[in-house]
Protein backbone atom coordinates (compact mmCIF):
# COMPACT_ATOMS: atom_id res chain seq x y z
CA UNK A 1 0.00 0.00 0.00
CA UNK A 2 2.67 2.51 -1.05
CA UNK A 3 0.08 5.12 -1.69
CA UNK A 4 -0.74 5.32 2.53
CA UNK A 5 2.94 4.52 2.94
CA UNK A 6 4.08 7.62 0.84
CA UNK A 7 1.84 10.35 2.54
CA UNK A 8 2.72 8.66 6.51
CA UNK A 9 6.28 9.01 4.98
CA UNK A 10 6.17 12.43 4.42
CA UNK A 11 3.70 13.42 7.25
CA UNK A 12 6.22 12.12 9.87
CA UNK A 13 9.31 14.70 8.62
CA UNK A 14 6.97 16.99 10.03
CA UNK A 15 8.13 18.61 13.77
CA UNK A 16 5.95 16.35 16.40
CA UNK A 17 4.79 14.13 14.50
CA UNK A 18 5.97 10.53 14.79
CA UNK A 19 4.90 7.66 12.85
CA UNK A 20 1.81 6.51 14.53
CA UNK A 21 0.53 9.87 14.34
CA UNK A 22 1.42 10.40 10.81
CA UNK A 23 -0.55 6.84 10.21
CA UNK A 24 -3.50 8.16 12.59
CA UNK A 25 -3.69 11.45 9.85
CA UNK A 26 -3.32 9.12 6.28
CA UNK A 27 -6.20 7.10 7.70
CA UNK A 28 -7.98 10.10 9.21
CA UNK A 29 -7.67 11.42 5.64
CA UNK A 30 -8.70 8.61 4.05
CA UNK A 31 -12.12 8.14 5.78
CA UNK A 32 -12.85 11.95 5.63
CA UNK A 33 -14.25 13.27 1.36
CA UNK A 34 -11.58 13.64 -0.98
CA UNK A 35 -12.49 17.04 -1.54
CA UNK A 36 -10.82 17.57 2.19
CA UNK A 37 -7.56 16.03 1.06
CA UNK A 38 -7.24 18.07 -2.27
CA UNK A 39 -8.00 21.05 -0.01
CA UNK A 40 -4.81 20.35 2.03
CA UNK A 41 -3.25 19.37 -1.08
CA UNK A 42 -3.90 22.84 -2.85
CA UNK A 43 -3.27 25.14 0.15
CA UNK A 44 0.16 23.12 0.30
CA UNK A 45 1.08 24.15 -3.16
CA UNK A 46 -0.46 27.39 -2.96
CA UNK A 47 1.73 27.97 0.11
CA UNK A 48 5.21 27.23 -2.12
CA UNK A 49 4.01 29.39 -5.31
CA UNK A 50 3.31 32.24 -3.68
CA UNK A 51 4.87 33.11 -0.05
CA UNK A 52 7.79 34.71 -0.53
CA UNK A 53 10.28 37.26 1.70
CA UNK A 54 9.29 40.80 1.94
CA UNK A 55 12.33 42.97 0.62
CA UNK A 56 11.98 45.49 3.17
CA UNK A 57 11.23 43.25 6.71
CA UNK A 58 12.09 39.94 5.52
CA UNK A 59 8.87 38.90 6.52
CA UNK A 60 6.99 35.87 4.99
CA UNK A 61 4.78 37.48 2.94
CA UNK A 62 2.67 36.94 -0.83
CA UNK A 63 2.57 40.73 -1.79
CA UNK A 64 6.26 42.80 -1.58
CA UNK A 65 6.24 44.62 0.11
CA UNK A 66 4.22 43.00 2.59
CA UNK A 67 1.25 44.58 4.32
CA UNK A 68 2.69 45.76 7.74
CA UNK A 69 5.46 47.52 5.81
CA UNK A 70 2.68 48.76 3.26
CA UNK A 71 0.08 49.78 5.88
CA UNK A 72 0.26 53.66 6.31
CA UNK A 73 -0.77 54.15 9.53
CA UNK A 74 2.09 52.33 10.92
CA UNK A 75 5.03 54.43 12.38
CA UNK A 76 8.05 53.29 10.16
CA UNK A 77 10.03 55.05 12.71
CA UNK A 78 9.91 52.14 15.40
CA UNK A 79 10.88 49.01 14.38
CA UNK A 80 10.62 45.80 16.19
CA UNK A 81 13.21 42.90 15.24
CA UNK A 82 12.15 39.72 15.65
CA UNK A 83 13.75 35.91 15.52
CA UNK A 84 11.03 34.66 13.20
CA UNK A 85 8.15 36.11 10.94
CA UNK A 86 5.93 33.93 13.33
CA UNK A 87 6.52 35.64 15.99
CA UNK A 88 4.92 39.19 14.52
CA UNK A 89 1.71 37.31 14.95
CA UNK A 90 2.61 36.75 18.33
CA UNK A 91 3.55 40.76 18.59
CA UNK A 92 0.63 41.94 16.72
CA UNK A 93 -1.97 39.65 18.49
CA UNK A 94 -0.51 41.50 21.41
CA UNK A 95 -2.14 44.75 19.93
CA UNK A 96 0.37 46.98 21.64
CA UNK A 97 3.28 47.74 18.90
CA UNK A 98 2.19 50.10 15.71
CA UNK A 99 5.68 50.40 14.31
CA UNK A 100 7.06 48.17 11.54
CA UNK A 101 9.36 44.75 12.41
CA UNK A 102 12.58 43.00 10.80
CA UNK A 103 12.52 39.83 10.61
CA UNK A 104 16.19 38.21 11.40
CA UNK A 105 15.57 34.78 10.21
CA UNK A 106 16.91 32.85 13.08
CA UNK A 107 19.17 33.51 15.84
CA UNK A 108 22.87 33.30 16.39
CA UNK A 109 23.82 29.56 17.52
CA UNK A 110 27.77 28.83 17.63
CA UNK A 111 26.16 25.01 18.15
CA UNK A 112 23.92 25.08 14.92
CA UNK A 113 26.41 26.67 12.58
CA UNK A 114 25.04 29.80 12.67
CA UNK A 115 26.10 33.45 12.66
CA UNK A 116 26.20 36.61 12.15
CA UNK A 117 25.98 36.33 8.00
CA UNK A 118 23.00 33.42 8.30
CA UNK A 119 20.88 36.18 9.89
CA UNK A 120 19.56 39.36 8.21
CA UNK A 121 21.48 41.32 10.24
CA UNK A 122 23.00 43.69 7.23
CA UNK A 123 19.82 44.63 5.78
CA UNK A 124 18.44 45.59 9.31
CA UNK A 125 21.50 48.14 9.23
CA UNK A 126 21.14 49.42 6.01
CA UNK A 127 17.55 50.07 6.53
CA UNK A 128 18.50 52.10 9.97
CA UNK A 129 21.27 53.80 8.38
CA UNK A 130 19.19 56.23 6.40
CA UNK A 131 18.34 58.02 9.96
CA UNK A 132 14.44 57.92 9.98
CA UNK A 133 14.99 55.30 12.11
CA UNK A 134 13.90 56.65 15.91
CA UNK A 135 14.20 53.51 17.55
CA UNK A 136 14.62 49.62 17.44
CA UNK A 137 12.92 47.58 19.81
CA UNK A 138 15.25 44.22 19.89
CA UNK A 139 12.29 40.79 20.73
CA UNK A 140 14.50 38.17 19.94
CA UNK A 141 13.58 35.58 22.58
CA UNK A 142 14.70 35.41 26.12
CA UNK A 143 16.85 32.52 25.66
CA UNK A 144 20.53 31.99 26.18
CA UNK A 145 21.00 32.55 21.65
CA UNK A 146 18.10 35.15 21.89
CA UNK A 147 20.05 37.14 24.29
CA UNK A 148 23.60 36.52 22.42
CA UNK A 149 21.83 37.83 19.49
CA UNK A 150 20.20 41.14 20.73
CA UNK A 151 23.16 42.01 22.28
CA UNK A 152 25.27 41.35 18.77
CA UNK A 153 22.62 42.93 17.11
CA UNK A 154 22.36 46.00 19.47
CA UNK A 155 26.16 46.51 18.79
CA UNK A 156 25.62 46.97 15.31
CA UNK A 157 22.75 49.36 15.91
CA UNK A 158 24.32 51.37 18.66
CA UNK A 159 25.90 54.24 16.55
CA UNK A 160 23.03 54.66 14.24
CA UNK A 161 19.92 54.65 16.04
CA UNK A 162 19.24 56.91 18.86
CA UNK A 163 17.41 54.23 21.24
CA UNK A 164 17.59 50.59 21.15
CA UNK A 165 15.47 48.94 23.97
CA UNK A 166 15.18 45.24 24.74
CA UNK A 167 11.99 43.66 25.58
CA UNK A 168 10.93 43.32 29.16
CA UNK A 169 12.12 39.81 31.27
CA UNK A 170 10.22 39.01 33.96
CA UNK A 171 7.08 37.19 35.54
CA UNK A 172 4.30 36.25 33.39
CA UNK A 173 1.00 37.83 33.58
CA UNK A 174 -0.90 35.31 35.45
CA UNK A 175 1.90 33.76 36.42
CA UNK A 176 3.33 31.94 39.51
CA UNK A 177 6.35 33.37 41.44
CA UNK A 178 6.69 29.92 43.12
CA UNK A 179 6.89 27.91 39.47
CA UNK A 180 9.08 30.99 38.27
CA UNK A 181 12.71 29.50 37.48
CA UNK A 182 15.33 31.69 39.80
CA UNK A 183 16.72 33.33 36.48
CA UNK A 184 13.66 35.49 35.50
CA UNK A 185 12.91 35.98 39.42
CA UNK A 186 16.02 37.70 39.47
CA UNK A 187 15.25 39.32 36.11
CA UNK A 188 12.05 40.26 37.40
CA UNK A 189 13.61 41.91 40.50
CA UNK A 190 16.52 43.81 39.09
CA UNK A 191 13.84 45.14 36.35
CA UNK A 192 11.31 46.38 39.06
CA UNK A 193 9.05 49.58 38.73
CA UNK A 194 8.38 51.95 41.35
CA UNK A 195 4.76 52.08 41.67
CA UNK B 1 -0.80 36.38 4.11
CA UNK B 2 -4.12 34.08 2.90
CA UNK B 3 -1.82 31.43 1.62
CA UNK B 4 -0.34 30.41 5.26
CA UNK B 5 -3.79 31.12 6.69
CA UNK B 6 -5.39 28.75 4.73
CA UNK B 7 -3.03 26.23 4.62
CA UNK B 8 -2.88 26.16 9.07
CA UNK B 9 -6.93 26.46 8.66
CA UNK B 10 -6.95 22.76 6.58
CA UNK B 11 -4.14 21.39 8.79
CA UNK B 12 -6.44 22.30 11.65
CA UNK B 13 -8.74 19.92 10.47
CA UNK B 14 -6.78 17.31 11.63
CA UNK B 15 -7.75 15.39 14.46
CA UNK B 16 -5.10 16.75 16.82
CA UNK B 17 -3.65 19.30 15.31
CA UNK B 18 -5.04 22.71 17.01
CA UNK B 19 -4.75 26.28 15.65
CA UNK B 20 -1.18 26.62 17.23
CA UNK B 21 0.26 23.57 15.91
CA UNK B 22 -1.42 24.39 12.61
CA UNK B 23 1.01 27.32 12.38
CA UNK B 24 3.75 26.10 13.83
CA UNK B 25 3.92 23.36 11.02
CA UNK B 26 2.86 26.03 8.44
CA UNK B 27 6.36 28.40 9.02
CA UNK B 28 7.78 24.86 9.42
CA UNK B 29 6.87 23.87 5.77
CA UNK B 30 8.12 27.75 4.48
CA UNK B 31 11.34 27.10 6.35
CA UNK B 32 12.17 23.68 4.82
CA UNK B 33 12.47 23.16 0.74
CA UNK B 34 9.41 23.76 -1.49
CA UNK B 35 10.13 20.32 -2.48
CA UNK B 36 9.07 18.76 1.14
CA UNK B 37 5.84 21.03 0.89
CA UNK B 38 5.54 19.59 -3.24
CA UNK B 39 6.28 15.99 -2.05
CA UNK B 40 3.81 15.96 0.53
CA UNK B 41 0.89 17.94 -1.34
CA UNK B 42 1.83 15.12 -4.41
CA UNK B 43 1.43 12.55 -1.36
CA UNK B 44 -1.99 13.38 -0.73
CA UNK B 45 -3.17 13.89 -4.58
CA UNK B 46 -1.93 10.43 -5.21
CA UNK B 47 -3.82 9.24 -2.04
CA UNK B 48 -7.24 10.14 -2.85
CA UNK B 49 -6.60 9.23 -6.66
CA UNK B 50 -5.21 5.68 -6.12
CA UNK B 51 -6.77 4.62 -2.66
CA UNK B 52 -10.18 2.62 -2.82
CA UNK B 53 -11.61 -0.38 -1.07
CA UNK B 54 -11.01 -4.09 -2.07
CA UNK B 55 -13.88 -5.59 -3.38
CA UNK B 56 -13.33 -8.53 -1.51
CA UNK B 57 -12.39 -7.57 2.26
CA UNK B 58 -13.11 -3.88 1.82
CA UNK B 59 -9.66 -3.22 3.03
CA UNK B 60 -7.79 -0.44 2.01
CA UNK B 61 -5.96 -0.37 -1.01
CA UNK B 62 -4.50 0.77 -4.75
CA UNK B 63 -5.32 -2.94 -6.45
CA UNK B 64 -8.27 -5.32 -6.24
CA UNK B 65 -8.34 -7.35 -5.06
CA UNK B 66 -5.45 -6.43 -2.44
CA UNK B 67 -1.84 -7.74 -1.64
CA UNK B 68 -3.97 -9.68 1.02
CA UNK B 69 -6.47 -11.33 -0.33
CA UNK B 70 -4.61 -12.17 -3.60
CA UNK B 71 -1.15 -13.82 -1.60
CA UNK B 72 -1.76 -17.13 -2.59
CA UNK B 73 0.24 -18.29 0.62
CA UNK B 74 -2.48 -17.16 3.19
CA UNK B 75 -4.98 -19.24 4.11
CA UNK B 76 -8.28 -18.22 3.01
CA UNK B 77 -9.84 -20.16 5.28
CA UNK B 78 -9.50 -17.86 8.25
CA UNK B 79 -10.89 -14.55 8.41
CA UNK B 80 -10.28 -12.02 10.67
CA UNK B 81 -12.83 -9.24 11.21
CA UNK B 82 -11.13 -6.35 12.18
CA UNK B 83 -13.05 -2.67 12.80
CA UNK B 84 -10.56 -0.38 10.61
CA UNK B 85 -8.29 -1.13 7.80
CA UNK B 86 -5.33 0.69 10.34
CA UNK B 87 -6.51 -2.65 12.45
CA UNK B 88 -4.89 -4.75 9.90
CA UNK B 89 -1.47 -3.06 10.18
CA UNK B 90 -1.52 -3.67 14.26
CA UNK B 91 -2.42 -7.26 13.81
CA UNK B 92 0.16 -7.98 10.61
CA UNK B 93 2.80 -6.25 13.30
CA UNK B 94 1.96 -8.88 15.63
CA UNK B 95 3.16 -11.79 12.80
CA UNK B 96 0.71 -14.24 14.39
CA UNK B 97 -1.90 -14.46 11.79
CA UNK B 98 -1.48 -16.25 8.28
CA UNK B 99 -5.89 -15.70 7.29
CA UNK B 100 -7.06 -13.29 5.24
CA UNK B 101 -8.94 -10.35 7.14
CA UNK B 102 -12.53 -8.39 6.69
CA UNK B 103 -12.94 -4.81 7.43
CA UNK B 104 -16.14 -3.70 8.84
CA UNK B 105 -15.52 -0.13 8.29
CA UNK B 106 -16.63 1.14 12.11
CA UNK B 107 -18.21 -0.30 14.93
CA UNK B 108 -22.26 -0.32 16.08
CA UNK B 109 -22.69 2.91 17.97
CA UNK B 110 -26.67 4.01 18.67
CA UNK B 111 -25.40 6.93 20.01
CA UNK B 112 -23.58 8.58 16.45
CA UNK B 113 -25.94 6.95 14.72
CA UNK B 114 -24.12 3.90 13.24
CA UNK B 115 -25.95 0.64 12.79
CA UNK B 116 -25.37 -3.06 10.95
CA UNK B 117 -26.25 -1.34 7.37
CA UNK B 118 -23.87 0.76 7.56
CA UNK B 119 -20.77 -1.73 8.63
CA UNK B 120 -19.68 -4.50 5.86
CA UNK B 121 -21.77 -6.91 7.43
CA UNK B 122 -23.89 -8.12 4.67
CA UNK B 123 -20.24 -8.70 2.15
CA UNK B 124 -19.41 -10.92 5.16
CA UNK B 125 -22.01 -12.94 5.44
CA UNK B 126 -22.43 -13.74 1.71
CA UNK B 127 -18.33 -14.04 1.73
CA UNK B 128 -18.77 -17.11 4.45
CA UNK B 129 -21.93 -18.47 3.07
CA UNK B 130 -19.46 -19.96 0.12
CA UNK B 131 -18.53 -22.68 2.99
CA UNK B 132 -15.38 -22.54 2.77
CA UNK B 133 -14.64 -20.72 5.56
CA UNK B 134 -13.41 -22.35 9.01
CA UNK B 135 -13.19 -19.97 11.11
CA UNK B 136 -13.73 -16.41 11.76
CA UNK B 137 -11.98 -14.60 14.59
CA UNK B 138 -14.03 -11.37 15.83
CA UNK B 139 -10.83 -8.70 16.75
CA UNK B 140 -13.16 -5.61 17.10
CA UNK B 141 -11.76 -3.17 19.96
CA UNK B 142 -12.69 -4.56 23.38
CA UNK B 143 -14.81 -1.65 24.06
CA UNK B 144 -18.23 -1.26 24.70
CA UNK B 145 -19.07 -0.73 21.30
CA UNK B 146 -16.53 -2.96 20.03
CA UNK B 147 -18.00 -5.78 22.00
CA UNK B 148 -21.35 -5.18 21.11
CA UNK B 149 -20.60 -5.28 17.32
CA UNK B 150 -18.57 -8.81 17.58
CA UNK B 151 -21.66 -9.92 19.25
CA UNK B 152 -24.16 -8.79 16.45
CA UNK B 153 -21.61 -10.44 13.93
CA UNK B 154 -21.19 -13.75 15.56
CA UNK B 155 -25.25 -14.02 15.66
CA UNK B 156 -24.95 -13.44 12.11
CA UNK B 157 -22.28 -15.71 11.09
CA UNK B 158 -22.86 -18.75 13.92
CA UNK B 159 -25.33 -20.68 11.43
CA UNK B 160 -23.06 -20.54 8.12
CA UNK B 161 -19.61 -21.30 9.81
CA UNK B 162 -18.08 -24.03 11.86
CA UNK B 163 -16.13 -21.52 14.65
CA UNK B 164 -16.55 -18.24 15.45
CA UNK B 165 -13.66 -16.78 17.88
CA UNK B 166 -13.29 -13.85 19.83
CA UNK B 167 -9.88 -12.04 20.60
CA UNK B 168 -8.42 -12.82 24.17
CA UNK B 169 -9.07 -10.09 26.77
CA UNK B 170 -6.44 -9.62 29.75
CA UNK B 171 -3.62 -7.78 30.89
CA UNK B 172 -1.24 -6.30 28.59
CA UNK B 173 2.34 -8.09 28.31
CA UNK B 174 4.53 -6.09 29.88
CA UNK B 175 1.75 -4.45 31.97
CA UNK B 176 0.90 -4.03 35.28
CA UNK B 177 -1.72 -5.66 37.53
CA UNK B 178 -1.49 -2.40 40.48
CA UNK B 179 -2.35 -0.24 37.11
CA UNK B 180 -5.28 -2.75 34.79
CA UNK B 181 -8.74 -1.38 35.25
CA UNK B 182 -11.41 -3.89 37.50
CA UNK B 183 -12.98 -5.38 34.37
CA UNK B 184 -9.47 -6.38 32.64
CA UNK B 185 -8.30 -7.71 35.59
CA UNK B 186 -11.81 -9.72 35.67
CA UNK B 187 -11.80 -10.95 32.23
CA UNK B 188 -7.98 -12.20 32.77
CA UNK B 189 -9.10 -14.39 36.17
CA UNK B 190 -12.12 -15.62 34.03
CA UNK B 191 -10.39 -16.47 31.06
CA UNK B 192 -7.25 -18.04 33.18
CA UNK B 193 -5.29 -21.05 31.16
CA UNK B 194 -3.97 -23.91 32.84
CA UNK B 195 0.03 -23.94 32.74
Sequence with gaps: MSAIDDLATELSKLPG???KTAMRLTYHLLK???????????ALETLVARVRRCSVCNNLTEQDPCALCA????DQGILCVVEEASDIGAVERAGEFR???HVLGGRLSPLDGVG?????????VERVSHGATREVILATNPSLEGEATALYVQRQLA?????????????PVGGDLEYADGVTIAQAISARREM
Excluded at 71 to 74: E, I, K, M, N, W
Design 116 to 124: PEDLSVRAL
Design 99 to 101: GVY
Design 17 to 19: IGR
Design 71 to 74: DPRR
Design 32 to 42: QSPEQSRRLAG
Design 159 to 171: PLVPLVSRIARGI
